[in-house]
């Protein structure tokens, strides 16, 4: 079986201009959670879908969206970049279980550096 | 809101010698723990987790945690380190807070060197 895929693995992008990043979950898993890994922060949950509604989020400003499609499918979409945008992005993917709860299975990530 | 504290930033090991990694968690309830390991240009994998029962749980990769509610404890342990167990270990806790979760809040994370 397939595991998580993120696309890109790479992005370079300048401050101000906006990047949507894509994952595919395990085949069967309806949850997929975002995170966001810098060197200072650490790993922190951005937000989780489920059956294409985002059923947690986390202490993040509202440039920063996602959303789940039909086949679990997951985007996210930071505006108007920043500096400290940049960061690794993971994204996680369970069967049905909350994200805190239920065993998740990580993508590589997509690296994001923002000039 | 729960948190993880991973006390050791960077932890070295000889080849062979025995592990154990630190974590402490604050939760108000019983939590939901998790060992992930992160190689280098990789996302994490599993470990191990704890929900209920046993407070000794058996991993992947020779690993094994102990849970131990009074001192807020869920440390990770190995009895012989290889040179491919070099990476970032990470301690989290989830939470279910009644009908919704936070995700999964991370420990900073402990870098693994192994002496050969």
């Known amino acids: 079986k397939a595991g998580v895929t993120q696309t890109p693995r790479y992005l370079i992008k300048t401050r101000g201009q906006q990047v949507t990043l894509s994952c595919s979950p395990i085949?069967?898993?309806?949850?997929v959670s975002w995170y966001q890994q810098t060197p200072g922060q650490g790993l922190q949950f951005l937000f989780e879908?489920?059956?294409?509604?985002?059923?947690n989020k986390g202490n993040f400003p509202g440039r920063f969206s996602g959303r789940q499609f039909s086949n679990s499918r997951s985007e996210m979409n930071v505006s108007t970049l920043e500096l400290g945008d940049s960061a690794l992005y993971l994204c996680?993917?369970?069967?049905?279980?909350?994200?805190?709860?239920?065993?998740?299975?990580f993508g590589p990530g997509t690296r994001l550096t923002v000039l | 809101a729960q948190s993880v504290t991973q006390p050791d930033i960077h932890i070295t090991v000889s080849e062979g010698a025995s592990l154990e990694l630190r974590c402490n968690y604050s939760?108000?309830?019983?939590?939901?723990l998790f060992w992930y390991v992160q190689s280098p240009g990789q996302g994490l994998q599993l470990l191990l987790k704890?929900?209920?029962?046993?407070?000794l749980v058996q991993g992947i990769k020779g690993f094994e945690a102990e849970f131990k509610r009074s001192q807020s404890s869920f440390n990770l342990r190995k009895p012989s380190v290889h040179w491919s167990d070099a990476a970032e270990y990470f301690c989290?806790?989830?939470?279910?807070?009644?009908?919704?979760?936070?995700?999964?809040?991370f420990g900073k994370g402990t870098h693994l060197i192994i002496q050969p």
């Open positions: 989290a806790v989830g939470a279910d807070s009644g009908g919704g979760a936070d995700g999964l809040t």
């Open positions: 939760y108000g309830a019983t939590p939901y």
């Open positions: 085949s069967g898993h309806r949850s």
């Open positions: 704890y929900f209920s029962g046993d407070t």
């Open positions: 879908y489920f059956s294409e509604t985002q059923r």
């Open positions: 996680a993917s369970s069967l049905e279980g909350l994200a805190g709860v239920d065993e998740q299975f």
